[in-house]
């Protein structure tokens, strides 16, 4: 352990290179990681928010759920017999605040269920983001195909579908505005996969949430962005304590040659790269939670502390996998042969 501070102190510089480079990588990766699930909250809190169960649309739909038609008997029959079950739509569509701006949102309408808001006819819920732009509790927003106006009842926090806030709506209203007479869909809390009925087809809710547009595009690209940074800093890693091996060969012989064991050189560089790596990641866990504080409220971040100890854990094992496989030329020194190449 010994040897390994010293190393440090005395090639401090190197060490600080390395340490910026990791701080930098890690520090891209949190903030990354952090758009990627306010994102991925923005996109679909609706769904997100809801207990792990079953979705079911039409099969002719083709897993596009608003083009799904739940039939009004098979919907009936389902909610009898399953408890909690609840059938749903979700549309996207706008709203005239009281000045004649429209704002769009995704119209939300349920049956009898906890899991959803459920209003009076003429009544609308609306997420809290849309509070935040002026509208309030009392106001009455419009919408070009519908014949009565809405008044707002109050605000949710955190419902967003599709990156849009979210609208409860009466069942009443929504079908005059759609003429529609049959839900998109049915969600049953707490259902199996085994659970079928005719003409519809299953879906869990990570599989559901790849049936919305843009959801699994977005989130495949910045998931293997951050994947991509954590393998760059595990080359890094390799690159650095390789070519800091290569320079240390006659040392590695010479201690070799007075007994110091080949693990307890591997302890040491370990040693190096977990004071290295927690110092950065330290850094940038503090910055990227500054980060967090000072960034605008329309930008979507969340950066979890259980993403930032999964991510930290990764940062860990990639440096030591990184370090390990550069370390293994220490194996293969040979006393003799390493001091005589030093001498050279």
Known sequence: MSIAWK???????????????????????????GLANGLSQDNAALIKDLPSGQFYMNQEAEETYNLSRIDNSMQEK???????????????????????????????TSTDSKLFKNVNRGEI?????????????????????????????????????????????SMENYKEIYRAEEMQLVFIPEGESSQQFNGLQSFSNSDFLKTIPSYSAEQTSLNMIVWFLVVISGMLFGIFFYMMNVQKTGLFGILKAIGVKTSDLF????????FITIIALSLSVTCSQF????????????????????????????GFIGATLSGLQIKRVEPLQAIQQGEV
């Open 7 to 33: 190393e440090i102190l005395k090639n401090k510089v190197r060490f600080l290179i390395l340490g910026s480079i990791i701080f930098l990588v890690s520090l891209l990766t949190f903030i990354i990681s």
């Open 78 to 108: 389902i909610i009898n017999q399953q408890k909690d079950a609840v059938a749903l739509s979700i549309q996207m569509g706008f709203l005239n605040d009281k000045s004649g701006k429209q704002r769009s949102v995704a119209f939300v």
């Open 125 to 169: 819920v609306l997420d809290r983001s849309l509070e935040n732009k002026g509208i309030k509790v009392g106001d009455t927003l419009t919408h070009n195909q519908s014949s009565e106006k809405f008044t707002v009842k109050g605000f949710v926090d955190q419902k967003k579908f599709s990156h849009a806030p979210v609208a409860y709506l």
């Open 267 to 274: 302890k040491m560089m370990w040693t190096q790269m977990l």
């Open 291 to 318: 980060f967090n504080r000072v960034a605008p409220k329309d930008m979507p971040f969340s950066l979890t502390t259980e993403t930032i100890v999964q991510l930290s854990i990764v940062f860990l094992i990639i």
